[in-house]
């Protein structure tokens, strides 16, 4: 009787694990040459600049700037750029979906990650330097579209802009 009831559990996990195998960022090894190059936009971003909004000091009042993102990616994978004053430093772009995860809706097909924003992205308004990131993203129409996630250590990532569109620089 047991082993009837341990069969739905292992079923389950085995699903889990399927899904998420569709949806794990994976090293790029050629980048599509509609992807490299440089890449501008504006980012609309809550201040001050905190991990935790609800961590936002007793009188202060939460405000909005619009600040601008900045990527350049190469053919080898690597992306540098800026989001307002903050140096994107070593970060690299991946896969973040397969085509089980496509045809689920999980995820986006791209994500730039492993890297940290160095410096204040608002100086004066900001915690924390250096911050990991991720940045999400699918190419739609020409752009690309998604947003930008601080990622901290056992945290669910914080949204810092959704909504971005990043246009080609010619």
């Known amino acids: 009787m047991k082993e009837m009831r341990f069969f739905p559990v292992l079923l389950v996990i085995a ?6 195998a569709g ?3 994976t090293p790029i090894e050629v980048v599509d040459a509609a992807l490299v190059g440089d890449w501008q936009g504006e980012c609309r971003i809550g201040l001050p600049v905190l991990f935790d909004p609800g961590a936002i000091p007793e009188g202060v009042e ?6 601008s993102l900045d990527l350049t ?3 080898d994978a690597t992306v540098e750029g800026a989001l307002g004053e903050a140096a ?20 986006s097909d791209y994500i730039v990650t492993d890297g940290v924003l160095s410096g204040a992205i608002v100086p004066g308004e900001d915690e924390g330097d250096p911050k990991q990131f991720t940045i999400p ?6 752009q690309l579209q998604g ?3 601080w990622v901290e250590p056992s945290k ?11 246009a080609r620089i010619p």
Not at 62 to 67: E, G, I, Q
Not at 90 to 104: D, F, P, Q, T
Not at 156 to 166: D, N, R
């Open 88 to 107: 994107i430093d070593g970060s690299v772009l991946k896969r973040n979906r397969s085509e089980l995860g496509r045809a689920l809706n999980m995820a």
């Open 15 to 20: 699903v889990v694990g399927v899904l998420l």
């Open 73 to 75: 990616i190469h053919e």
């Open 23 to 25: 949806c794990l960022a």
């Open 147 to 149: 947003g930008v996630m």
């Open 137 to 142: 993203f699918d190419l739609v129409d020409g």
């Open 62 to 67: 939460r405000t909005y700037t619009t600040v």
């Open 156 to 166: 669910y990532p914080f949204p810092l802009c959704t909504q971005v569109e990043l």
